[in-house]
Nanobody, 123 residues
């Protein structure tokens, strides 16, 4: 099975940018769909974005469309979430996740998870 480790979180001012990275190991990365989820303080975890195995299909939740971009580099066993025009409401722990199948939605998340990286956006 795949193991995932996130990096790139931190403190940024509103309007700024961050790029999160997800390093994968332990299995063939290109066999997996890659997703990003987030959980804000006191709130439930929510879906942010997903990318299919070859990177040709992406989906972003409405609240981040036009600001966040998911991508992947299979030869590097890495996934990314480019976050621009950040808002205070984007403050959350961001999790990288993986699944062997592309689904229409992920209400239960994905089977494989990283430990998360904290993003804090100050106003």
């Amino acid at each position: 099975q795949v193991q995932l480790v996130e990096s790139g979180g931190g403190l940024v001012q509103a309007g700024g940018s961050l790029r999160l990275s997800c390093a994968a190991s332990g299995d063939t990365f290109s066999d997996y769909v890659l997703g990003w989820f987030r959980q804000a303080p006191g709130k439930e975890r929510e879906f942010v974005a997903v990318i299919n195995q070859n990177g040709g299909l992406t989906k972003h939740t409405d609240s981040v469309k036009g600001r966040f971009t998911i991508s992947r580099d299979n030869p590097k066993n890495a996934g990314y979430l480019q976050m621009d025009s950040l808002k205070p409401e984007d403050t959350a722990v961001y999790y990288c996740a993986a699944d062997r199948s592309l689904r229409t939605s992920y209400p239960m998340g994905m089977p494989y998870w990283g430990k998360g990286t904290l993003v804090t956006v100050s106003s």
